[in-house]
T-cell receptor, first 113, second 117 residues
């Protein structure tokens, strides 16, 4: 157990809908990253938040957005869902200065039909 | 941009055997980290071992060790005395060191390892 939790575990949405995924970081970790893992692939970096501001972004469109809250929890929002958004979404947190120690949550499996 | 390649989609060995998973990477950076992560069916990504590029000595964690060849950009994972609980997807990953901005992991495609009784 890493102390990083994610909710919900599974989610089914229809194309065009919007979805919010949640992550609760380990205590003391003020940086959180989100990754998308398509079936049979390695995770792809979506973006990172540090002290409630986006700190870097991967090759994902603006319909992927996020928030980080003062209590170290965070959200990933995806608008206008597409079938290709079906994936496992992982969040990972780490304390400042220890970026090489990223602790992952168990992920949210999103299915878009 | 960095890329990570794992050329073995699947591997299977008998319990107690030794198995080596391969990984190559491409980067122009001189200072970076390399990782092996394990993802069992529970989906939680678990860090197995970490190597810092400036360290010549290969990292070791109990039954897990790496062979880091910086010039060849190769980073293999050796699992000794394999156990049934080692069955999982294994991902090789890269991270630049000391980057201001997002410290992101770049993952390979993964190797599915099965340990047979």
């Amino acid at each position: 157990e890493t102390g990083v939790t994610q909710s919900p575990t599974h989610l089914i949405k229809t194309r065009g809908q919007q979805v919010t995924l949640r992550c609760s970081s380990q205590s003391g970790h003020n940086t959180v990253s989100w990754y998308q893992q398509a079936l049979g692939q390695g995770p792809q970096f979506i973006f990172q938040y540090y002290r409630e501001e986006e700190n870097g972004r991967g090759n994902f469109p603006p319909r992927f957005s996020g928030l980080q809250f003062p209590n170290y929890s965070s959200e990933l929002n995806v608008n206008a869902l597409e079938l290709d958004d079906s994936a496992l979404y992982l969040c990972a947190s780490h304390p400042t200065g220890y970026h090489y120690e990223q602790y992952f949550g168990p992920g949210t499996r999103l299915t878009v039909t | 941009a960095q890329t990570v390649t794992q050329s073995q989609p699947e591997m299977s060995v008998q319990e107690a055997e030794t198995v080596t998973l391969s990984c190559t990477y491409d980067t122009s950076e001189s200072n970076y980290y390399l990782f092996w992560y394990k993802q069992p069916p529970s989906r939680q990504m678990i860090l197995v071992i970490r190597q810092e590029a400036y360290k010549q000595q290969n990292a070791t964690e109990n039954r897990f060790s790496v062979n880091f060849q910086k010039a060849a950009k190769s980073f293999s994972l050796k699992i000794s005395d394999s156990q049934l609980g080692d069955t999982a997807m294994y991902f090789c990953a890269f991270m630049k060191h000391g980057d201001w901005g997002a410290q992101k992991l770049v993952f390979g495609q993964g190797t599915r390892l099965t340990i047979n009784p």
